[in-house]
């Protein structure tokens, strides 16, 4: 393949990563599905597919995944222990499952939601596992 042509597809892919940030900003409260997404940013699944393991290192479901896990901690570190309940923010952010929910938190961030919710220390410096760029990078 030419030179030319492998950096065409490279800033292709670039901007469809883009509208996929954008999509996924517009729509963080719920799950989302490749049927539904790819119609929404013009693309076919093999290119989203293909755009994704390029430009990020991982699939697009496996990216999705990793994003709204990072958001919900962000909500829980910022949430009022007080007041907010981990229920309320998972299934805010589109988690129902919350047994399944509470494990994969518990692998991917090393604590608990409820540890996260009633941490004391807001804002928190942030460590290898508490950045999405650092979920992309493993």
């Known amino acids: 393949m030419k ?13 469809i990563v883009a509208r996929l940030e954008e999509f996924l900003e517009a729509n963080l409260d719920r799950p ?3 049927a539904e997404i790819c119609p929404a940013i013009g693309v076919a699944e093999r290119t989203l597919r293909l755009a ?11 990216y999705f995944s990793l994003r709204r896990m990072q958001t919900v901690r962000c909500a829980l570190l ?25 494990v994969a938190y ?11 919710l009633r941490r004391p220390d807001w804002p928190m410096p942030l460590n290898r596992s508490s950045t999405l760029e650092s979920l992309v990078m493993q």
């Open 3 to 15: 030179i030319s042509k492998r950096m065409g597809r490279g800033r292709r892919h670039y901007a």
């Open 32 to 34: 989302l599905y490749l």
């Open 78 to 102: 910022r949430a009022d222990p007080s007041t907010a309940t981990v229920t309320r923010i998972a299934t805010d952010h589109g988690f129902w499952e919350l047994g399944r929910f509470s």
């Open 106 to 116: 518990r692998s991917l961030f090393g604590e608990t939601p409820s540890e996260t």
């Open 52 to 62: 994704c393991e390029e430009h990020l290192g991982m699939g697009p479901i496996r």
